[in-house]
């Protein structure tokens, strides 16, 4: 078995159901947008829901079949990050003048996380994504916007999903000035071993 896509699921000579699913996230981008420039919102953002909730599946079923792994979870990192620069061109497309109405918070939410990474990369020489908990939220806020702001028709869901990740990007870089780099770490003032 070789190949660049079958070595993305199969690790170890056995398939990966975790690692399929986390990849399809990832190739579901492309028809996201194709909808939405299509004019056809209401699909784009089903489709988008089956996208989303493939980051709860993955997990799920590398824990179900114990098949968790160090790859599965940068493949899962990549393609969140992947994932999480298409939903600012959703809303752009979705929403036309959102991102340029609301441009700062627009920049924090989008822009604090590439920030974070180079500052990790500059502190570390590591690109460290810290499993904090006000990362899991700020994650599971930054995936529901879209969702949120069909719903309710309240916009401000951008400010508080970028107030939330703006945060949370502090307390990790807090978390590794302080010397932390335990991955799995509660929160950024966790005790230091």
């Not at 399809?24 to 909808?35: E, M, N, T, V």
């Not at 570390?124 to 990362?135: D, E, I, K, N, Y």
Request: proline share 4%; hydrophobic share 60%.
């Amino acid at each position: 078995m070789s190949g660049f896509p079958l070595a993305l699921v199969v690790e170890d000579g056995r398939f990966k159901p975790a690692n399929a699913v986390t990849l399809s996230r990832g190739l579901l981008i492309a028809p996201i947008f194709a909808l939405l420039w299509a004019g056809h919102s209401t699909l784009a953002l089903g489709l988008y829901g089956v996208a989303a909730a493939t980051d709860v599946a993955d997990g799920w079923l590398a824990r179900r079949f114990q098949q968790a792994s160090a790859f599965g979870a940068q493949l899962d990192a990549v393609v969140d990050n992947l994932f999480s620069v298409a939903i600012l061109g959703f809303l752009a497309l979705a929403y036309p003048g959102l991102v340029a109405r609301q441009w700062l918070a627009s920049a924090v939410l989008f822009g604090a996380p590439l920030v974070y990474l180079a500052i990790s990369w500059l502190l570390t020489r590591r690109v460290l994504m810290f499993h904090v908990w006000s990362a899991k939220v700020g994650a599971a806020l930054l995936f529901c916007l879209w969702p949120a702001i069909a719903v309710t028709g309240w916009q401000g869901w951008l400010w508080l999903s970028a107030g939330l990740v703006g945060l949370s990007r502090l307390e990790q870089v807090i978390l590794i000035a302080r010397g932390g780099r335990d991955l799995n770490a509660a929160h950024g003032f966790a005790r230091l071993p």
